[in-house]
């Protein structure tokens, strides 16, 4: 599974040209957009709530989450209206990293406006993963793919661009298989993420 993926060709993209061409691909017809998640250390700067959380203040993190709710609600809408059908893969390792147990009360948020997200124990991927980790992608349809990119502190950092139909094909596959053997999100998130203390702070 994603056995061809290391080698694909690219088109390496910085973040205002990867924005910019992503949203151009999304509303031309494409049908549908994956994303596999796979990183347990990020930074977002700019978003109060992960900025509340960093600074080590869970609770306004969390009740600024809510602010999110409109644009949610507005970018599930507008995908609806393009007719493209948006899944998002959540790889999540043990124990659950500050970052993602914050993460993911925003995911809960993205599913309650419609978002179709499931979650996969990185434990059940070891055999997937014994020579590397599972690509951090988003594919739009068979179209393109994009390898989103991240400085070494976890920043945003724009993406690689790849078009091989092949490879998107088999990237796709993968997703797919991947996919089907995730969990719901509301189940693992009320048993896993809901019982969990405040993290300490990685931000």
Known sequence: ?????????????????????????????????????RGQHFRERGFASWEAFAAGRWDEALALIEEKRPLYARQFAEAQGLGVVQRRLRVVEFPVTPYVQWELHVLRLRVEVGDRIRILDARTITDIERKRTVPEVVILGDAVMYEVQYDAEGNADGARRYVDPALIAETRAGFEALYADGESFVAFFEREIAPLPPPANDG
Request: glycine residues 8%.
């Open 1 to 37: 599974m994603f056995d061809s993926f290391p080698d694909g060709v690219f088109t390496r993209l910085a973040r205002p040209a990867y924005h910019e061409d992503f949203y151009r691909i999304l509303k031309s017809g494409v049908g549908s957009q994956d994303k596999l998640e």
